[in-house]
């Protein structure tokens, strides 16, 4: 079966962000999201058709470097097709949201 080396290159966009409700840490809490980075998932490989073996995962952080949850993230695939398990999802505790992508049946350069 034919594979296909896949370097993930997701469009991806904030929403309203919506800050987590109040803790009783001494912490500061995190600011507004500022930033949004690729955290795991990328450059993986898989066969036409097949789901990924890892999820793809953005981290959003603020100014400080500390994540951000309750963010809206929207993801999409760009080229070579296929779907996204979520393609909108919130940032859990950590500034962390992650989707899962199955590769289109179209052999190409996906991004």
Known sequence: MRTRRSRLLLALSLATATLAGCNNSTEPKPGKPTHIAISAGEAQSGSVGAQLSAPIAVK??????????????????TSGGGQLSAASTTTNANGIATTRWTLGTVLSAAQ
């Open 60 to 77: 959003i952080t603020d100014d400080n470097g500390r994540g951000v949850p309750g963010v809206s993230v929207d993801f999409s695939v």
